[in-house]
């Protein structure tokens, strides 16, 4: 019996520094250990031909590694980490253990009490029944390690959390159909550590559509075709520390409020798809894409409204690509990409990016036909083919050149027309007052070439058009 390399006794962030801590076995006391940094939790073939993050040298047979947390502007905190000593891993890459301590779940929500589950884990036992019955109580199931227990397709109850131990894996032989979905359920849980592994299937792994309160923390999901984790007409999503291999991410159709938080992906399509989505806050993620994007904005004709991504590393064919559609609000800064990105063929308004991507010089849906796409509304605002302001305001952030500059609107009632910086201070206004439909021009002159919001404030006026003139 071949004797343990070694262990590894934590690994863990304090301040700007991670420590990683653990023993070797004699034969490898006062031996050179590598550390190396990777995107998943699989040992790559190639490991020895890598470059270490770092190399020091056992003390006896204690070693400690301590570098620092940042890698350029972004957390280490999706990042894997494999100790190496005599060309071997001492253990399976590992994760740094207190991600959680820098992000919060905004959504968190408590499943109570606990129920028994006599699930087979030998691989052959079909325990779609007894994984059922036990959710069907509500509290938490845990699946217990090692084992691998065979299902085929679970529907999740509201108010339960399936617990799959670190070292046990839930799989499906179904292709055609999620292994895990939920449809307007509240309150689930998806926790553990354990791995969810499906056969190539040509549907996502996991679906849940029309649910409030989703937690999917710490699992490994394999196998899928076209998604690990699909999130469709959802609203208050945690996904945190999840890693997806083969298949990515996907919020869609409605798709409001979610956090997605130290995940990673490595595969050859895309990594996180955002479609018809508000609110989505992506942070400190590595998303390698292969041929696909590292995120995708695909708004299919529609919006995709509120999106907050910092701190990932983005690779792929590019590292953030666009389709057709709005995207308003877009706030991406201090990530890595290391592919292009692509604006594609959506049009941006509201969008601060430091990767070239900026938000259109012209406004889009001005005629106000596709509802509030693409616009900004405070207070009583009412859009419909007009928009109409009781006490409201109306307001598109353009990316506009340092020059003198005019923008109209057609107007009827009484308000004011603004331009202000990016900062909220006013830089011009012009009021108005009429009984009528009245064109109202407003020049400024631009101090400087950035992010400018141009809009209408209204008592009771009602808007019909807003027209950009250079």
Not at 210 to 236: H, M, T, W, Y
Not at 313 to 318: A, E, P, S
Not at 402 to 426: I, M, P, T, W
């Amino acid at each position: 019996m071949k004797d343990a390399i070694g262990t590894i006794e934590y690994i863990k962030a304090v301040g700007d520094t991670v420590f990683i801590t653990g023993r070797v076995s004699k034969r490898y006391m006062d031996s050179p250990l590598q550390l190396y940094e990777l995107a998943s939790p699989e040992i790559p073939g190639n490991l020895q031909a890598m470059m270490p993050l770092s190399v020091v040298r056992a003390k006896e047979n204690a070693f400690m590694f301590a570098f620092p947390f940042y890698h350029a502007k972004v957390r280490r905190i999706a990042s894997y980490f494999c100790v190496c000593v005599g060309g071997e891993a001492i253990a399976p890459p590992m994760k740094i253990s207190n991600y959680k301590d820098f992000g919060e779940n905004p959504y968190a929500f408590s499943v109570s009490g606990e129920s028994e589950c006599d699930a087979v884990g030998d691989g052959e036992t079909d325990n779609t029944e007894r994984i059922s019955q036990a959710l069907s109580k509500g509290g938490k199931v845990t699946l217990k390690a090692p084992g691998c227990y065979r299902v085929s397709t679970l529907i999740l109850p509201e108010n339960a959390e399936l617990h799959i131990e670190k070292g046990a894996t839930l799989f499906s032989c179904n292709a055609d159909m999620p292994i895990l979905s939920a449809s307007q359920k509240k309150n689930i849980k998806l926790t553990g550590g354990g791995c969810i592994r499906v056969p190539g299937t040509r549907c996502a792994s996991a679906v849940f559509y029309d649910c409030e309160n989703i937690e999917i923390s710490d699992v490994v999901f394999q196998g899928s075709r076209v998604a690990s984790i699909e999130l469709l007409a959802c609203k208050n999503a945690y996904i945190g520390g999840v890693f997806a291999e083969n298949a990515g991410f996907v919020c869609g159709k409605g798709t409001k409020n979610a956090y997605i938080f130290a995940c990673s992906y490595d595969g050859a399509k895309d990594g996180l798809v955002l479609s018809e989505t508000e609110n989505i806050c992506v942070t400190g993620c590595n998303f390698y894409a292969g041929t696909g994007s590292g995120i995708k904005l695909s708004p299919q004709g529609k919006e995709v409204r509120d999106i907050h991504i910092t701190e990932c590393v983005l690779k792929g064919r590019f590292s953030v690509a666009a389709t057709d559609g709005i995207v308003c609000g877009a706030n991406m800064h201090d990530n890595i990409y290391l592919s292009t990105c692509n604006s594609g063929t959506a049009l941006y308004t509201s969008t601060k990016t430091d990767c070239g991507i900026y938000s259109e010089k012209r406004f889009i849906n001005d005629r106000f036909e596709n509802a509030g796409y693409g616009w900004r509304t405070e207070g009583k605002v009412e859009i419909s083919g007009k928009a109409c302001l009781n006490n409201g305001t109306v307001w598109q952030e353009l990316y506009l050149k340092k020059n003198q500059f005019s923008f109209s609107a057609e107007v009827e009632g009484k308000g004011c027309l603004f331009v202000k910086d990016a900062a909220g201070n006013l830089i011009a206004s012009q009021e108005f007052s009429t009984d009528g439909l009245l064109k109202v021009t407003l020049t400024v002159q631009l101090p400087k070439t950035a992010l400018y919001a141009l809009g209408v404030t209204g008592e009771n006026a009602m808007l019909k058009q807003m027209l950009c003139v250079y």
